[in-house]
């Protein structure tokens, strides 16, 4: 338990999980400066971002859509964070992911029940993109080498197995006699199709009576399971982390992994988990984005057509949530706002949809350099319980204020 | 069909592709060389090769000067170089983290800009070829290394400039003490903030560089994300190279050669799937990271902020 920060100012304790709010306001605030140096009006243009992101019903199943990848791949990046692991392969993880539901969904049997195939396709990209991310993991656990670079490697192997696979061996056969030649399979079979909630949650708000009986709210939106899925897992995650063993190793390895393996752990395995877990999170966003969304696998437009740089997104998104799968959830809620309304800038004040881009590098740069602070308030807390009770040794205080 | 490469003039025509390719990486790995031999680990690296490769191809667009591109280059890898040097050495920041925050940064703000200046794509005339007098005349060699646009023979000269300046100089001691042990350089009275800032910053003059030789030199296009990852693999280079300059020439010119036999193959219609030959320098990397992680000279304080302790 964290008992120093019991004695901190409350002011600290108020401030801390701001600062992403803070940074966010940072970069929106040079964003503003940038759209005036673009001769466009700053409140015109996140008035229209806003709407493009909340304004309507479509709009809110938008949002919630673009963010079901983010918090896949940020509840997986608080895994991998926690445990000391730089995963920066989500889009690769994400990419073998959907290859891995799209080739089983192309070759289960058209009878298999809808609920046997979904499952099935979800365990397969959940399993490629752990592969994909163990991969990383073993290679820095036993051979040492960078996780970074190695992910980032294995993000561009994706992409050329991807578009190989879908200009030979699943390329729809139709496609293939074209002489344009899409490199695109077939549309899945519908029972590969993950459920819409609308009609769902329409079910729910007459029970609650929010709408009439013959009213639709949702149920004429695109919203699909996946965000359900996400969030149940992002609860679950949070789980796995803060009350299981296994969890706590992780974060123990994370935190101090030669005093880990005093304590007797075995930090490679759990440098390889952590990779593990979190590329089979990746992996399932990219399941995900094929049965949710696209219900066919393309590689037109090459990797980021397909995640959407969701691999990266989701990175700025756990970071915002203060690497806590909870705190991701909302996280990715806004930057899937930010993505969706960032189309309705371009439309609406021809301000290329880039600028989402930059502001989301910008929010990046700024939550980590406020880590400073953080760190620093990190020590003050040390001084301050070194004048605490004398019966526990230095390290273990040291340790805990770290938190 | 294989048999087309024992070719005389194919193998020329390789061989001096990839002493081409290997220009962008020369100037971004030897660049991000130097940071990460003070300490510094810049991720960024592809985000400055894209806003060196929009400035320098907008400047030359503009005012028809290549002498202006390339300072208008060096001065946005510059403020790009500062800015990281602020979040990683001033504010301590995760620096791998950071780095993607600037590859973001670059990747949206090039496209961005670029959507803004121009309708369609279009061309510049960039760096002519100069065929080196005597040199160029020599059979083979002349053909293969001779007969290139300056920022190539440029490139090149920098790896000894590198070697030099890292090896024999009181500047290149300063480097590599502030990346081995800052706690020993600082209490020798080395500023290590001072070293990381200027390492930092001509990392990304030179990454900046590498985008230019891209957009005014060899291909002559801006296109988004045009750089498509060359970025991250000049920072494997680095440890490909084992962080010395000889090494990352190495690195770079295998991997080019590859790409360039890789395009090649393309061309071809080869029984070889080209994606599989275009994942080829991505294998390699990580099967160099493998063996370069055996050795054991690297920095010791590479990505580790350095804050004077009480």
């Not at chain 1, 992002?234 to 393996?261: D, E, H, M, Q």
């Not at chain 1, 593990?276 to 094929?290: E, T």
């Not at chain 2, 090039?110 to 760096?127: C, E, N, W, Y």
Request: with cysteine; aromatic share 8%; charged share 15%.
């Amino acid at each position: 338990m964290d008992l120093s920060s019991f004695r901190n100012p409350r002011l600290y304790r108020l401030i801390d999980p701001l600062l992403p709010l803070f940074a966010t306001l940072a970069a929106l605030l040079v964003g503003a400066v940038m759209l005036l140096l673009m001769n466009a009006n700053p409140i015109t243009a996140y008035r229209a971002l806003y709407e493009g992101a909340f304004g309507s019903k479509n709009a809110v199943a938008d949002t919630l859509i673009k963010a079901t990848p983010l918090l896949l791949v940020g509840i997986g990046i608080c895994i991998s964070f926690r445990g000391g692991v730089i995963n920066v392969g989500g889009e690769g993880q994400m990419i073998v992911g959907g290859l891995a539901a799209t080739a089983l969904a192309l070759e289960l049997p058209e009878t298999t029940s809808p609920a046997l195939a979904l499952l099935l396709c979800l365990a397969a990209s959940f399993a490629a993109g752990a592969i994909w991310g163990g991969i990383a993991g073993a290679l820095k656990a036993y051979f040492k080498v960078n996780e970074i670079l190695s992910t980032i490697m294995l993000n561009q192997i994706a992409i050329y197995w991807m578009i190989y696979l879908l200009n030979n061996t699943l390329i729809d056969p139709l496609k293939a006699q074209q002489a344009s030649r899409i490199p695109e399979t077939a549309r899945l079979p519908r029972q590969f199709d993950l459920p819409r909630i609308g009609e769902w949650l329409d079910t729910l708000y007459k029970w609650l009576g929010l709408v009439g009986p013959d009213d639709k709210l949702w149920a004429t939106t695109l919203l699909h399971l996946g965000i359900v899925l996400a969030v149940i897992l992002a609860i679950a995650v949070y789980i796995f982390l803060w009350r299981t063993t296994i969890g706590y190793r992780i974060r123990a390895v994370g935190k101090n992994p030669r005093a880990s393996r005093y304590a007797g752990i075995r930090v490679k395995r759990y440098v390889v988990l952590s990779l593990l877990l979190s590329g089979g999170l990746a992996g399932l966003a990219g399941g995900i984005q094929v049965m949710g969304v696209r219900h066919r696998m393309s590689a037109e437009g090459g990797g980021i057509a397909f995640t959407g740089n969701a691999g990266f997104n989701g990175i700025v998104a756990a970071l915002f949530g203060q690497l806590h799968p909870i705190g991701t959830i909302p996280a990715s809620v806004l930057f899937g706002a930010l993505l969706v309304g960032g189309n309705k800038l371009q439309r609406d004040v021809q301000v290329p949809s880039a600028l989402i881009t930059v502001l989301i590098g910008l929010v990046i740069i700024f939550v980590v350099s406020s880590e400073l602070w953080r760190r620093r308030r990190a020590r003050r807390r040390v001084i301050v319980t070194e004048a605490g009770p004398p019966d526990r040794p230095p390290e273990s205080q040291a340790m805990e204020a770290g938190r | 069909m294989i048999g087309d490469l024992l070719n005389a003039t194919v193998l020329i025509g390789i061989a001096s592709s990839g002493i081409q390719l290997a220009t962008p990486y020369l100037y971004a790995s030897i660049g991000e060389m130097f940071g990460q031999r003070s300490g510094v680990l810049n991720l960024g690296v592809e985000g400055m090769m894209l806003m060196g490769a929009f400035t320098a191809f907008y400047t030359v667009h503009n005012t028809g000067s290549l002498v202006l591109g390339v300072l208008a280059a060096l001065m946005i890898g510059a403020l790009m170089g500062l800015a990281m040097a602020v979040i990683s050495v001033t504010l301590q920041a995760e620096q791998g983290i950071s780095g993607i925050g600037i590859y973001l940064f670059g990747l949206g703000m090039s496209d961005l800009l670029f959507q803004k200046s121009f309708s369609q794509i279009v061309t510049v005339r960039g760096f002519p070829t100069i065929r080196i007098p005597l040199l160029s005349e020599i059979p083979v060699i002349g053909e293969v290394f001779f007969e290139h646009n300056l920022l190539v023979y440029v490139a090149f000269a920098l790896v000894p400039l590198a070697w030099f300046v890292l090896n024999k100089t009181t500047l290149g001691l300063k480097i590599r003490a502030v990346g081995q042990n800052p706690q020993a350089a600082d209490t020798m009275g080395i500023s290590v903030a001072r070293v990381r800032y200027f390492t930092v910053t001509l990392g990304g003059m030179l990454a900046s560089m590498a985008g230019a030789s891209l957009s005014i030199a060899l291909l002559n296009v801006f296109q988004q994300n045009m750089t498509a990852g060359q970025g991250f693999i000049a920072v494997a280079l680095v440890y490909f190279g084992s962080w010395r300059p000889g090494g990352v020439l190495i690195g770079a010119l295998l991997f080019s050669t590859v790409n360039a036999l890789q395009l090649w193959v393309r061309t071809k219609g080869i029984d070889i799937p080209a994606e599989y030959a275009s994942m080829a320098p991505y294998l390699l990397t990580i099967l160099a990271l493998v063996f370069a992680s055996k050795r054991v000279d690297q920095p010791a304080a590479l990505s580790k902020p350095f804050e004077r302790g009480d």
